[in-house]
């Protein structure tokens, strides 16, 4: 088992999966289950064979070589993102993704739409769903893809390993959806953000620098020092940040209308 | 022509979202080319890897200086 595979692709699956679970379940509330399923489903299956295809293209086609520093670099770009946002809730200049805010908010707005036929195949329902579904996968499809390729001196091997930690952050997220019977709201998203972010920040620059010709000392060992530095590094930051997100909430108090 | 570039946009938003970052890891990789491509450069390679992680970090933070001044 590719464990450098299975965990960043499993805490990432779990927070798009939490944002994905909550318009899921407004869709099947307000519309009713069978749109919101269908179009659930029909997003899984698009994602599916957007990882086969993808996927098998990069684990046949592209050496490991050249699929590191692609992928090292735009893991950094891609982590930064998340590092990004996850410090920016933390220090209050972003407000925190609240999912029974947007379950409130997504509820009165289909609500207002009209009664809707509980038994028929509602299209905006499917539509909904398949959308939201969709995009809060891209980014697990991708990152599937990415780690799966790369983590591993097997590229199939780590492919099946990044999809088993996906696989398993959905089972779990179901199965809280389930017991919960609302959106989760006992999910720490942001710290799970932040972690991704420093797991996807390390995977890339190590990888990256690698490509790039750099010999880290003590081969993937080193990982951990990278990971480390960039943990003290984000909390520096947080430092920093924490007087202007404090001035900002004086200013504006109830601060961030953006959740995204 | 404007479908395209709203396609490409995007792609953009998706990766990285933020030209701050996306110039300061192109600097950083174009420095690091340097640095283990340039036989003048050579007495640097050793500390190409701190030089890489130093040049992710301030991408960071230049990006997120913006966020102070708003």
């Known amino acids: 088992m590719v464990w450098s595979a299975v965990l ?57 070589e050249v699929l590191r520093l692609v992928v090292g670099i735009i893991l950094v770009l891609f982590g930064l993102q998340w590092l990004k946002k996850a410090l920016l809730r933390y220090s209050g200049l972003k407000a925190l993704h ?23 195949c509602n299209g905006f329902g499917f539509l909904t769903s398949f959308k939201s579904v969709l995009l809060e996968g891209l ?3 991708f990152i599937v893809i ?35 019977r609302g959106p989760l709201t006992k999910i720490p998203e942001n710290t799970l953000k932040y972690i991704v ?24 060992l080193f990982l951990l020092v990278l990971l480390a530095a960039y943990f003290v590094v984000s909390l520096l930051i947080l430092r920093w940040l924490k007087p202007y997100g404090r001035a900002q909430q004086r200013l504006k108090p109830g601060v961030g209308g953006n959740r995204s | 022509m404007k479908m395209a570039v709203r396609i490409l946009k995007e792609i953009f ?4 979202g933020d030209w701050r970052v996306f110039w300061g ?4 990789v174009v420095v690091i080319e340097g640095i283990e491509g340039l036989p003048a450069l050579a007495a640097v390679r050793p500390w190409a890897g701190l030089i890489f992680f130093v040049g992710v970090a301030l991408s960071l933070v230049n990006s997120l200086q913006r966020e102070t001044k708003e």
């Open chain 1, 197 to 220: 972010g420093l797991m996807l920040v390390t995977f890339g620059t190590f990888w990256g620098g690698e490509g790039l010709g750099i010999a880290w000392p003590f081969a993937d």
């Open chain 1, 139 to 141: 980014e697990v499809a």
């Open chain 1, 8 to 64: 960043p692709s499993f805490f990432a699956s779990t927070v798009e999966f939490v944002e994905a679970l909550t318009i899921v379940l407004v869709i099947g509330v307000t519309i009713n289950w069978k749109s919101s399923l269908l179009g659930a489903a029909a997003a899984a299956l698009t994602l599916g064979v957007l990882v086969l295809i993808f996927g098998s293209a990069i684990v046949f086609f592209i050496p490991i």
């Open chain 2, 13 to 16: 938003d998706f990766f990285c």
């Open chain 2, 25 to 28: 890891i192109a600097l950083t």
């Open chain 1, 98 to 120: 609240d999912e029974a805010a947007i379950y409130e908010e997504r509820l009165s707005e289909l609500k207002a739409r009209g009664e809707i036929d509980a038994g028929k």
């Open chain 1, 146 to 180: 990415t780690f799966g390729a790369s983590a591993g001196t097997h590229k199939v091997d780590g492919l099946w390993a990044a999809a088993f930690g996906a696989l398993l952050a959905f089972v779990v997220v179901v199965l809280l959806g389930v017991a919960v």
